[in-house]
């Protein structure tokens, strides 16, 4: 599986901004797709996981109620929409993909593949 994310940006505090992530190659109904974000120095953080075939999705604390994770089956996409941002929000932003959905989906060790990363920033 090839990850390819995109979609990063500069945005004051406030806006929103839509993080997509496509995948190359076959996604099954039991697989993950996952959001993580890194500052330099700083362990890479969970953001948002979502199975694909439906029935799971989980959100760090700090995100819930402003970013919506979701996926596109017909285009083997899945997508982090980001509202409200707030400038503790800056990170890179990267995709990942797992196997499938398990109690400690929230551990960056658990993931099989990565997106490059895409860059948020948001001003305040």
């Known amino acids: 599986v090839q990850l390819q994310a995109s979609g990063g940006g500069l945005v004051q505090a406030g806006g929103s901004l839509r993080l997509s992530c496509a995948a190359s190659?076959?996604?099954?109904?039991?697989?993950?797709m996952a959001w993580f974000r890194q500052n330099p120095g700083k362990e890479r953080e969970f953001v948002a996981g979502i199975r694909w075939g439906g029935g799971r999705i989980n959100y760090v604390d700090s995100v819930k109620g402003r970013f919506t994770i979701s996926r596109d089956s017909a285009r083997n996409t899945v997508y982090l929409r980001m509202n409200n941002l707030k400038p503790e929000d800056t990170a890179v932003y990267f995709c990942?993909?797992?196997?499938?959905?398990?109690?400690?989906?929230?551990?960056?060790?658990?993931?099989?593949?990565w997106g490059q990363g895409t860059q948020v920033t948001v001003s305040s």
């Open positions: 990942a993909w797992r196997l499938r959905w398990t109690t400690v989906y929230y551990r960056p060790s658990e993931y099989n593949y």
């Open positions: 190659g076959r996604i099954f109904s039991d697989n993950v």
